[in-house]
């Protein structure tokens, strides 16, 4: 008998019998990763202990486990229990999932087991009266994945002896004009009260209650942005809100009137504040107010909701509508290229010193002026703090074809260079991608794979791109290095978000670069053709 399984002890990938009492055995066909391999001899009278323990590696893609699970959530009907989540993304994915559930948080003692399957849903009928927490990981080749998200389910009637505890986690992840949210639940919730504003704490648009234990519902909303709450139920009473779920259905409508102030925001929360910069010579093309760089916005926000199962960068808004603030800089364009790779850091000294250095805003730019150095620039803190990532639309990088020969926000649902290009810089004046992840180099990149958001290397920047592909470097690895899921930045607020590096409750400590202290990106568009991502040091202010 022949066991082998994605970690030591385990028999969860292969379990049979050889047939033969021949003491070799060769197996052809064998997927790629690493597999912890036993026998056991087998006779009329039984089975015998394991031999001692081997590791095979087969060389090939898939020799690291898979990412986690995302999103999983639960169905209770009397004693019938549902489970679904969402595979994690990745080249390797799962072959199988294993289900854990225990009697507190973190704990698998009452089951775990393998589902057999690569299905992202599983049921159980008969299940006993309880409360249980209950946990899904990812399971292939090369090895088994770290836990989703954890549920609590409760089987059976509970006695009332308070209101229930808020729901915590809400999620919403739109889908054209279906809304699927998801939370955690209580153990003492006989339904759930759902509430739909247009303004944070309102509830103008809806308020339902679901009616069932579920902690999950799909809605359908018209286009616009929406804040959800969700408040759990029973005979005792009704719960506190959730956390605030912000929930943009459709794209988002730019302010038409420009803006050269920051204008009232709908959430004091920390929020990416898109902005329309020209140098004092530059021609207007009023990109602020005629939707390029609103579909912009919308369109690596889409992109990052999928990749991401949900999560997205919190926007700054005035009544519900992308507020994009305008400013012009009181440098000419040929005084502006003329400071080299410094383009970034003049435009927000000079943006700060006007008034838009708000201690909780990170400042998207859309510069519609020159760069003789690239297309782009960001932060990257702690080595360099800054609140403002801004891509230069009309920059002539060297050897590459001018940064205008690519369009700004052609479509919300096919972003185009520029669009993911200005994502780019935004996750690295997060601090992302940080030095203690594994794939990082070049001063804030990952070098694994070209078709991943933050690559940076002389091979093409394969468009569009995957986010953290392998889910080991910078979004939702579930590692003591900095995680972009994590981020203050991310809505809905994870758990102990986090400032970037170098960020107070005061804002960003923002570095004065003079010199050669810091690397800065050169982002080449050889357009129409393939890009290229490569880091220059700057010799000179």
Not at 88 to 110: M, T
Not at 124 to 135: D, E, L, Q
Not at 383 to 395: D, E, I, R, T
Not at 424 to 438: D, M, Q, S, Y
Request: aromatic content about 8%; glycine content about 12%; proline content about 8%.
């Amino acid at each position: 008998m022949v066991e082998a399984g994605s970690s030591s002890g385990a028999a969860d990938l292969a379990q049979a019998d050889t047939g033969s009492p021949e003491s070799a055995l060769t197996a052809t066909n064998v997927s790629p990763g690493r597999y912890f391999v036993r026998v056991r001899a087998r006779s009329p009278s039984g089975t015998s202990g394991p031999s001692n323990e081997i590791v095979v590696t087969v060389a090939g893609v898939c020799v690291q486990p898979p990412g986690a699970p995302a999103a999983l959530n639960v169905n209770v009907n009397g004693a019938n229990v549902t489970l679904a989540w969402q595979a994690p993304a990745g080249q390797c994915q799962p072959a199988s999932y294993a289900i854990e559930a225990g009697s507190a948080p973190g704990l698998s003692n009452l089951a775990s087991f393998s589902t057999g399957s690569s299905a992202t849903t599983f049921s159980a009928s008969g299940v006993g009266n309880g409360t249980y927490f209950v946990r899904v990981r990812a399971s292939n080749a090369g090895g088994m994945s770290a836990a989703s998200n954890e549920v609590q389910l409760t089987v059976g009637a509970l006695p009332c002896l308070a209101p229930p505890p808020a729901p915590i986690s809400l999620i919403g992840s739109p889908s054209g004009t279906i809304v699927a949210l998801s939370w955690g639940g209580s153990t003492v919730s006989v339904s759930y009260i759902v509430e739909v504003g247009l303004t944070p704490g309102t509830a103008g648009v809806a308020v339902r209650d679901t009616g069932t234990a579920n902690t999950s519902l799909q809605i359908t909303l018209p286009s616009g942005t929406y804040y959800i709450r969700v408040r759990a139920r029973n005979a005792c009473g009704t719960s506190a809100p959730s956390n605030e779920a912000v929930v943009v259905v459709g794209s988002v409508p730019p302010v038409t009137t420009r803006a050269t102030v920051d204008r009232p925001d709908d959430t004091a929360d920390y929020q990416i504040k898109a902005m329309y910069v020209l140098p004092s010579d530059g021609v207007d093309r009023q990109l602020d107010t005629s939707g390029a760089i609103a579909r912009s916005v919308e369109g690596w926000e889409r992109w990052l909701a999928g990749q991401s199962g949900g999560q997205r960068l919190r926007l700054d808004t005035y009544q519900g509508a992308l507020d994009i603030g305008f400013f012009r800089l009181a440098r000419t364009n040929a005084q502006m290229i003329a400071v080299g790779a410094f383009v970034r850091d003049r435009i927000q000294d000079e943006m700060n010193a006007a008034g838009f250095n708000h201690p909780r805003k990170i400042y998207a730019v859309y510069y519609d002026g020159g760069s003789s150095y690239s297309c782009g620039g960001g932060a990257w803190p702690p080595a360099l703090v800054g609140n403002a990532a801004a891509m230069y639309l009309q920059g002539t990088p060297p050897g590459a074809s001018p940064c205008n020969t690519n369009i700004l926000g052609t479509s919300v649902d096919a972003p185009g260079y520029l669009d993911f290009g200005m994502l780019h810089e935004i996750f690295h004046t997060l601090g992302i991608v940080a030095t203690c992840a594994p794939h990082q180099w070049r001063a804030g990149h990952v070098s694994d794979n070209a078709n991943d958001l933050m690559w940076a290397g002389d091979a093409f920047w394969q468009l569009p791109p995957r986010l953290d592909l392998g889910r080991d470097d910078y979004f939702q690895h579930g590692q003591p290095c900095l995680d972009a899921s994590n981020s203050v930045f991310i809505s809905p607020s994870p758990p102990n978000a986090n400032r970037p590096p170098g960020w107070s409750p005061a804002g960003a400590q923002i570095t004065v670069r003079k010199g050669t202290e810091s690397q800065e990106e050169e982002m080449c568009v050889l357009a129409p053709g393939p890009r290229v991502i490569r880091v220059r040091r700057p010799s000179q202010n």
